[in-house]
């Protein structure tokens, strides 16, 4: 639904660093985030291309989050592919993760979420050192990031791939609204983030791999290090200890998923007539059919 601001992650195919850090990865990701964003209207808040997954942190202004991700991955992967020679899929075959955030609480958390990732996920010691594309405190609301099109798969003639683009961070408006000083409280999530996972480093006597050994490393390897199989994909987030967030949460999921299920039903009999709830994509798009409050 239009306004709606998400987390969305996606993982390399079984964790190569087909990602890794370098001028054509980090300039191609840039170009298309950048001329997406203008096409289907998505405001970019944070993000971080790791060498094995993404993440990112958006609003979906005008409601096109579907074609925006579509875009996003396919784009990233063809471009990959013949960069690095690579026959089979980029990404894995898994749905994207596309939380949506519900609270500012929830949206200041996982913008120093995204930003602390390197240093989460033991690549650097400190999040702002990492080599590839991430942002830091000092990007949040007015970060520029410049591109050029591409060398390789963009057709150099076609008008929908201008020669150079500008990608401009933008504050989410609903934590500008709730806290005084957003960078402030961000800030404060995304250096205790760090501080844990240098604790955890520490005590497990494990050494964090550094940006000149993540610069060089093979992207047709794959990581190795230990990972829980995830048994939940979350569709929500509202932030610690907003009980009363997430109760509404579960209702607004629970109603709309009843009453898109009985609007399937009535439409699997032949009712062409029957109203499917604001929310609903696939149905609106492919099959044509309504949905509430879109006219």
Same mark, same amino acid.
């Given at each position: 639904?239009p306004?709606?601001?998400?987390?969305?992650?996606?993982r390399c195919?079984?964790?190569h660093?087909?990602?890794?850090p370098?001028?054509?990865?980090?300039?191609?990701?840039i170009?298309?985030?950048?001329?997406?964003?203008?096409?289907?209207?998505?405001?970019?808040?944070?993000?971080?291309?790791?060498?094995?997954h993404?993440?990112?942190?958006?609003?979906?202004?005008l409601?096109?989050?579907?074609?925006?991700?579509r875009d996003?991955?396919?784009?990233t992967?063809l471009?990959?592919?013949?960069?690095?020679?690579?026959?089979?899929?980029?990404?894995?075959s898994?749905?994207?993760?596309?939380?949506?955030?519900?609270?500012p609480?929830?949206?200041?958390?996982?913008?120093?979420y995204v930003?602390?990732?390197?240093?989460a996920a033991?690549?650097?010691?400190?999040?702002?050192?990492?080599?590839g594309l991430?942002?830091?405190?000092?990007?949040?609301?007015?970060?520029?990031?410049?591109a050029?099109?591409?060398?390789v798969?963009?057709?150099?003639q076609?008008?929908?791939?201008?020669?150079?683009?500008?990608?401009?961070?933008q504050m989410?408006p609903?934590?500008?609204?709730?806290?005084s000083n957003?960078?402030?409280?961000?800030?404060?999530e995304?250096?205790?983030? =760090? #501080?844990? %996972?240098?604790q955890?480093m520490?005590?497990?006597g /494990? @050494? &964090?791999?550094?940006a000149? !050994?993540?610069m060089?490393?093979?992207?047709y390897r794959r990581?190795?290090s230990?990972?829980?199989m995830?048994?939940?994909?979350?569709?929500?987030a509202?932030g610690?200890? =907003? #009980?009363? %967030?997430r109760?509404?949460?579960?209702?607004?999921? /629970? @109603? &709309?998923?009843?009453?898109? !299920?009985a609007?399937?039903?009535?439409?699997?009999t032949g009712?062409?007539?029957?109203t499917?709830?604001?929310?609903?994509?696939?149905?609106a798009v492919?099959?044509?059919?309504?949905?509430i409050?879109?006219?």
């Amino acid at each position: 639904m239009p306004g709606n601001t998400y987390l969305i992650t996606r993982r390399c195919l079984r964790r190569h660093y087909l990602l890794r850090p370098e001028y054509f990865i980090n300039n191609l990701f840039i170009f298309v985030l950048a001329v997406l964003a203008a096409k289907y209207g998505i405001a970019i808040h944070a993000f971080c291309l790791a060498s094995t997954h993404e993440h990112l942190v958006l609003t979906d202004v005008l409601g096109n989050l579907p074609n925006f991700l579509r875009d996003l991955h396919r784009l990233t992967a063809l471009a990959v592919k013949v960069h690095r020679k690579w026959e089979g899929s980029l990404w894995e075959s898994d749905q994207t993760s596309v939380v949506q955030l519900r609270t500012p609480e929830a949206i200041a958390e996982k913008i120093a979420y995204v930003m602390a990732n390197p240093t989460a996920a033991g690549a650097v010691r400190y999040a702002g050192d990492w080599p590839g594309l991430v942002t830091t405190p000092k990007d949040i609301g007015k970060g520029t990031w410049t591109a050029k099109r591409p060398s390789v798969y963009f057709d150099q003639q076609c008008e929908q791939w201008p020669e150079h683009v500008t990608l401009t961070l933008q504050m989410p408006p609903m934590i500008q609204d709730a806290f005084s000083n957003p960078i402030a409280v961000i800030k404060r999530e995304y250096e205790e983030l =760090q #501080h844990r %996972a240098r604790q955890q480093m520490a005590t497990e006597g /494990k @050494a &964090f791999m550094g940006a000149d !050994r993540a610069m060089a490393v093979s992207p047709y390897r794959r990581a190795t290090s230990w990972e829980d199989m995830r048994d939940l994909n979350p569709t929500f987030a509202v932030g610690r200890g =907003q #009980h009363d %967030a997430r109760k509404l949460a579960i209702r607004a999921l /629970k @109603a &709309f998923r009843s009453a898109y !299920r009985a609007a399937l039903k009535l439409w699997r009999t032949g009712d062409r007539s029957t109203t499917f709830p604001r929310g609903t994509w696939w149905m609106a798009v492919f099959h044509g059919a309504p949905v509430i409050g879109s006219g």
